[in-house]
Every structure is written in C-alpha cells, then in structure tokens.
C-alpha cells in the first residue's frame, strides 16, 4: 500500500511564504505525475497544479500561476510546493496526489489520481 504524507502547513500572513513537503511511503512504486490539490469549505477540491516526470512538464491553475512553484525528487516519490505571495483566499486544506499511470483522465482532473494524502491545512490571514 502507498501513502502519502503532507507537511509544512500551518498559518501566515497574506503576502507571506509557505512550503509544502509530499513524500511517498509504503511500497514501491514509480509514479507517473505528482499534483497538489486544494479544498476550501463549502468548495469543491480543485488543482493547484501537478508535476509529470517523463514529461518534465508542471502545470499551474491559473489563480496560483507565478506565485507558487511545483518540484520534485521522481526518484524519491517527493513532490514540493513553494507558495509565495499567499492570499486569503489560497486558505485550504492542500492535498498531495499521485498516479503511476495514465488512466483516461487529464491530469487536470481529481479522478487521474489514485494515490491521496491526508491533507495539511494552510490559513492566510488578511
């Protein structure tokens, strides 16, 4: 069984910086694309952005585009989320995923993902 562990959440002020820290545990496994995924209240999950190894392709959601920053260590199953100039509403609970294939799903979508971590919370203040 894969687990993904999330750290590094916690509470900043707006305009201040935030680091996220994934890593994969259990058995092993190659992954095909890591991602962040957030969830406010009352909203849907939605992506962040995800980091697709062969490729060497990242991808952002436009709100997060220019101020966060995806990297990763493929061979340690590691994914990293660099979050600069944060907003209030960047407020969620950010979640880390992973898939080791393609599975008909873009990886834009919660559904490309079978691995999930548990979450870590991230508050900005105004």
């Known amino acids: 069984q894969v687990q993904l562990v999330e750290s590094g959440g916690g509470l900043v002020q707006a305009g201040g910086s935030l680091s996220l820290s994934c890593a994969a545990s259990?058995?092993?496994?190659?992954?095909?694309?890591m991602g962040w995924f957030r969830q406010a209240p009352g909203k849907e999950r939605e992506l962040v952005g995800f980091?697709?190894?062969?490729?060497?392709?990242?991808y952002y959601a436009d709100s997060v585009k220019g101020r966060f920053t995806i990297s990763g260590d493929n061979a340690k199953n590691s994914v990293y989320l660099q979050m600069n100039s944060l907003k209030p509403e960047d407020s969620a609970v950010y979640y880390c995923?992973?898939?080791?294939?393609?599975?008909?799903?873009?990886?834009?979508?919660?559904?490309?993902?079978?691995?999930w971590g548990q979450g870590t919370q991230v508050t900005v203040s105004s």
């Open positions: 980091i697709a190894w062969s490729a060497g392709t990242t």
């Open positions: 259990g058995r092993t496994f190659s992954s095909y694309a």
């Open positions: 995923a992973a898939t080791v294939r393609l599975r008909g799903f873009a990886l834009t979508r919660l559904m490309a993902y079978e691995y």
